[in-house]
């Protein structure tokens, strides 16, 4: 049995377990990357929501005099809310 031939197929089985290593790691980079992306679309539209809620809000129940003041402060409060959490 000729040893280089023995060394040389470990070598080859090393470099084969680093190259699924490296593709368990970009899947993990991928599902981290689409974790943030769901994240941050789900409180792009929690923020829309409530927005769209103080504004039919506003108009319904103060008529619409008040409801450019309701809907600067619905845009406010909107954009504070994700802040502090």
């Known amino acids: 049995m000729d040893l280089s031939n023995v060394v040389a197929h470990g070598h080859r089985e090393r470099e084969q377990e680093v190259g699924k290593l490296k593709n368990v790691y970009a899947i993990v980079d991928v599902c981290k990357l689409l974790v943030v992306v769901v994240v941050v679309v789900v409180v792009v539209v929690v923020v829309v929501v409530v ?35």
Do not use: C, E, Q, Y
């Not at 103060?62 to 450019?68: E, P, Y």
């Open 51 to 85: 927005v769209v809620v103080v504004v039919v809000v506003a108009v319904v129940v103060m008529g619409g005099g008040l409801a450019a003041a309701a809907l600067v402060f619905g845009v406010v409060v909107a954009i504070k809310l994700p802040i502090h959490r």
